[in-house]
C-alpha cells in the first residue's frame, strides 16, 4: 500500500470514527433510543435567528427544501416537469412526520449553502457530503448514505487509451460547483490538468463531455453508473479513493429541528424503508430514460 493510500484508509477510519460517534450520541438519550431525547441550552445571541426553526416550520405549515435536481438518481426533474429521486422521497418522509406539506426549491448546488443560511429554505437535501469545514456555515442530521470513493468517467472512445491518472495531465477535468468532486479534482490533478466546474451534471456537463468540451468527469459512483447506463459513448475507467457520508443541511443552532431529521432517518434505517427508497428510486429512474430512448 503506497503512502498516499495509507493516508486515505487512515482519514477514513477516522471519519468512520467520528460518523459513529456522532451518530451513537444523537441516538442516544436517558432510555438510549433516539435523538429526539438530546436536549440542548444555553442558547447563545447568535443562535437566535434559526434556534426555533422548527417551530416555524410547524406555524407556516410548510416544509421548504432545496436542491439541485440534476443528480439522478438523488434529485432530478421528470419528463413531466416533476421532482424526483432519493433525496424528494426522504423530504417527503420528513414533511411528513413533521406533519407539514412540502415545498422544493431548485438552485445551484454553491447556492444551496447560503440559502440555508438566510432562511430561504429550512433545509437541503442534495446528497450533501458531511465536510467539516461546512460546519462553520451549517449543521448536519445523522448520516443517511456513504460512499468508498469517487469515479472518473471519459468518453468511450478514449477508454482503451486511459493507463491511469497520469492520463488526465494537460486535459480538462469537468466537476460540479462546489462539491466534493471539486475538491478531490483540484486535490489529484489540478497542477497538471484544468478543472472545469458545471453548475449542473445533467445534461450541461454530460453533454460538455460527450460534445469534446472536457476530457473527463468526476461523480459518485452510483450517479455515474446510471449516467452512463443510459447515455451511450461514455465509460467509467477509475476511480479515486475518499470515504464520505452525505446528510441532511439543516441552519446552524436548529438543534430540534435537526433531531427530528435525524429521527426520521434513524427510523427509516431501522426499519429497512431506506434501502427500499433507494431500490425504487434507482429502478424508477431506469424506467424513465428507457422510456426516453424508445420514444427518441
Known sequence: MDATLKAIVVASIVIVAVVAGALGFALKGSHAS???????????????????????????????????????????????GKYAGIDIELAKKIANYLGVKLEIKDMKFAALFEAVQRGDVDIVLADVAMKP???????????????????????????SSYNGYSWLKGKKIGVQLGTTEQDLAKKYFGNESQIVTFDRVYPEMVMALKHGQIDAMILAPDVAKIIVSHESGLKIVDKIPF?????????????????????VIWNLKQSGELDQIIDKEVAKWLAVQASQQGSG
Open 243 to 263: 470515504f464520505s457520508c452525505s446528510a441532511v443541511v439543516v441552519p446552524k443552532c436548529a438543534f430540534k429541528l435537526k433531531q427530528e431529521v435525524s429521527q
Open 133 to 159: 469545514g461546512r460546519l462553520a456555515a451549517v449543521d448536519f442530521s445523522v448520516p443517511y448514505r456513504c460512499e468508498s470513493g469517487k469515479v472518473i468517467v471519459v468518453r468511450a472512445s478514449d477508454a
Open 34 to 80: 433516539s435523538p429526539t431525547q438530546c436536549k440542548q441550552v444555553n442558547v447563545p445571541k447568535d443562535c437566535l435567528l434559526h434556534y426555533n426553526q422548527l417551530e416555524k416550520i410547524k406555524e407556516r405549515g410548510v416544509l421548504i427544501v432545496g436542491t439541485s435536481a440534476d443528480w439522478p438518481p438523488y434529485e432530478y426533474v421528470t419528463p413531466d
